[in-house]
């Protein structure tokens, strides 16, 4: 048996990036295995169609990387990732889960609608399943990949009325996010937090991309350098407080509050209602997509999250403030 824990994932992946980062981080001595070159042994012990899998040392299946991170936060205790006050542990939890659906759904659509992202990107996952095959081969593997991607697409909510919408959320977000990486190494401070192992992966992705990486690397010179820190994480200095943090970490709440948590709520009540689609007015743009079932159990996860933190009344006036609060009971 292993005495390490082994990740199977693939860098293409931005929760197998991320959780490769955590353990990193954390100095948990683990084995990086490429999932296709190690397919049938991950088919043999996944649970479930998803990557990273995480096999710990006395052989137990850890997936979805969130609970898996809370779990080795128990066994690792240190350094936390989870700032000591309570206000910036949940503002933290909020951005992690903002990075987790959000950002995905960004980085995403960025990587599968264009025709020079989709080639890009369908013949580094083609190759990586196919390391020796012949061009022809990988080319052949790419064209399917394209297939699964685009019914993918449909499911994150990408589509010709949303994907002017999209471009836009993800030019926001990369405005807020440049100046406040701008004096500070991670998002709460010279330390990643949990919500840098949420948004970070994501941005790491887009910036291997064709379209969103011309766009990081050209111009979010912060953003890239962020992005890049966050594949190999350090502690290099205590979290920051509310007084440094807010002029520009109050922008990316306000966006959480304004696009992401409404967003996640109205697919939410979808779910409940058994809705195949719904429609969310968005800062005064309507939004229209498919229900997704995951995101309504994070949702409700975060939810749960805040409920044990709800007394906490700077919280509560952070929250009100960026429009956050009202989606959180
Ligand atoms: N919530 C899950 C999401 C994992 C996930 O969606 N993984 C994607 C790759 S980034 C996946 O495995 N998709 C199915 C596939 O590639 O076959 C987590 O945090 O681990």
């Known amino acids: 048996m292993s005495k390490e824990y082994r990740i199977f994932g693939t860098e293409m992946s931005p929760y197998s990036v991320k959780i490769r980062s955590y353990f990193r981080y954390k100095n948990i001595a683990h084995q990086w295995l490429q999932r296709f070159q190690n397919e049938e042994e991950y088919q043999k012990l996944t649970r479930l169609p998803l990557i990273p899998l995480v096999v710990a040392p006395d052989g137990k299946i850890l997936q979805d990387t969130t609970p898996v991170i809370e779990e080795m936060e128990q066994i690792f205790p240190e350094p936390s990732v989870h700032p000591t006050d309570p206000t910036f542990a949940f503002l933290s939890a909020l951005i992690e889960e903002y990075g987790d659906e959000w950002g995905m759904k960004l980085m995403f659509h960025h990587r599968w609608v264009s025709e020079a992202d989709k080639l890009a990107g369908s013949h580094i996952l083609a190759r990586e399943i196919l390391p020796y095959g012949d061009n022809g081969e990988v080319d052949e593997m790419a064209e399917k990949i394209l297939v699964r991607m685009a019914e993918r697409l449909i499911l994150v909510g990408s589509n010709a009325e949303t994907a002017p919408l999209l471009s836009g959320y993800l030019i926001r977000l990369l405005e807020i996010l440049e100046p406040h990486l701008e004096n500070r190494l991670y998002l709460f401070g010279d330390r990643p937090a949990f919500a840098d192992f949420g948004l970070g992966p994501q941005v790491y992705e887009m910036a291997l991309d064709p379209t969103a990486g011309a766009i990081i690397r050209s111009i979010k010179p912060n953003i890239l350098q962020w992005a890049l820190r966050m594949t190999a994480p350090r502690n290099d200095g205590p979290f920051e407080d509310w007084q440094s943090l807010e ?18 709520t109205a697919n939410a009540e979808a779910i409940a209602a058994e809705e195949e689609t719904f429609s969310v007015e968005l800062d005064g743009e309507a939004y229209t997509q498919l229900s997704q079932r995951y995101h309504a159990r994070s949702l409700g996860d975060l939810r749960d999250r805040y ?12 929250l009100a403030d960026t429009g956050c609060l009202a989606y959180l009971h």
């Open 247 to 264: 002029p520009t970490l109050e922008p990316l709440l306000a966006d959480a509050g304004t696009h992401f948590l409404p967003w996640s």
């Open 307 to 318: 409920a044990a933190a709800a007394d906490n009344s700077a919280l509560n006036q952070i």
